[in-house]
Each structure stands twice: as structure tokens, then as C-alpha cells.
């Protein structure tokens, strides 16, 4: 019912910035919050941040600082903008959509975020 297209994943040097893109599609009337997840080889799949439609934003602490969610004028494009990246970002970094009653979880494929020392 919803799609989810993730793109701007890459091979970054340390200390860089990266922004990544998620576009969702389908029925996504009913979606309340969208953020951005990561994985890292070995590790359980993590929040990195979120976003609800009212726009208000939640950030895992080792992001803090770093990281800043947004999403588009049209409420179906958020992006996660990463600056001062270090080598422990690396994940693959997923996009996520709830729906309302919080009964449904959507995800992208994923985008690999290397971030070389």
C-alpha cells in the first residue's frame, strides 16, 4: 500500500555530510510518522530519527547535534540531512512509515552510508 524509495546513500569521509532522501507513495493519507533506522553489521536495527506530520521530531543521542530530519512541503519527501559524520554512522540507513493507528510499519530497501576514517 506504501512505497518507500530511498536514495543518497555513499561512501563519505569522515567529518563529512551526507543527505538522504525518502519518497513515499501509495496510500500514505494514513501515514502519521515517517524517520530513518540504521543497521550496522552485527547490530540491531536502530531509530535514528523521526518525524510526525505536526512536525515534530525526535533524535537518538548519538545523533544529537549532527543530524536534522525534515520533510517536504508536500508531507511525502523527508529527508535526513548528517553532518560531521564518523566511521560508527556506518549503517545501512532504512526509511520507515507508520501508519495512524499504529498498526502497520513500512520500509524502504535501504541505502548503504559508508563513512571512511
Do not use: H
Not at 510526525?52 to 520533510?71: E, F, H, N, P
Not at 540507513?93 to 499504529?102: D, K, L, Q, R
Request: hydrophobic share 30%.
Amino acid at each position: 500500500q506504501v512505497q518507500l524509495v530511498e536514495s543518497g546513500g555513499d561512501l563519505v569521509q569522515a567529518g563529512g555530510s551526507l543527505r538522504l532522501s525518502c519518497v513515499a507513495s501509495g496510500s500514505i493519507f494514513n501515514i502519521n510518522v515517517m524517520g530513518w533506522y540504521r543497521q550496522a553489521p552485527g547490530k540491531q536495527r536502530e531509530p535514528v530519527a523521526t518525524i510526525t506530520k505536526s512536525g515534530t521530531s525526535d533524535y537518538a543521542d548519538s545523533v544529537k547535534g549532527r543530524c536534522t530530519i525534515s520533510s517536504g512541503n508536500a508531507k511525502n519527501t523527508v529527508y535526513l540531512q548528517m553532518n560531521s559524520l564518523k566511521p560508527e554512522d556506518t549503517a545501512v540507513y532504512y526509511c520507515n512509515a507508520t501508519n495512524i493507528w499504529n498498526t502497520r510499519d513500512y520500509w524502504g530497501q535501504g541505502t548503504l552510508v559508508t563513512v571512511s576514517s
